[in-house]
């Protein structure tokens, strides 16, 4: 079995410069108000959790992130990654959630990228598996003159990993509800683990 570094980054939070940043919220038990609770920086670090568990009991190296503007947290990433073994597979992760009405998981990875377009592929795969919910889990790739230049900026600075962008489910579409409860964010990130492990050990990284 092939080991992988892999950086999780919990992004919409510990930005120095915003720090009340804290993404997507929306009134997910419909009370009123918006809790806590219910913001994309509390709903990622759930399934970034769960997704980070299963990928140690994998046998793979996690490095949670979640401090830092964008630029911070690329470079140090470029920095840890020269203090592994050369040849070592390395994945670096940016979690979010969706918002903005939707129903299918999305997934964006680096133009620029060799071997993003089959990572985004396998855990497009495994999420379709254990998530009807979702209408499909659409793998593009993000680039910085066209719409899709925000996710390309949660990306763009890392060099050595592959740089994927997660946006798993719509944290406003109703019949993606059950995925954002606890049950649904630990099936969301083991998943996610899933297939990174199955990407890592099959295919030529």
Partial sequence: MISAVVYLDRQHSGKPGKPS?????????????????????????????????????????????????????HARVNQYAGTFKAGRPQLYLAGHLNAGGGDYGLLGYDYRSRSGPELASRIGRQLRQVAPELNGVKCIEARPDNWTRNMYATISGVTQPIGLCLEPCFMDQPSHADLLTGAGLMLIGRSIARGIDNFVNTCEV
């Avoid at 804290?22 to 990622?44: C, F, M, N, P």
Wanted: hydrophobic share 40%.
């Fill in 21 to 73: 940043d804290r993404g997507a919220a929306v009134d997910l038990d419909g009370d009123g108000k918006i809790q806590r609770d219910e913001q994309e920086a509390a709903l990622t670090a759930r399934y970034l959790l769960a997704c980070e568990l299963a990928l140690l009991e994998m046998g793979h190296t996690v490095i949670p992130i979640s401090d830092g503007g964008y630029n911070e947290r």
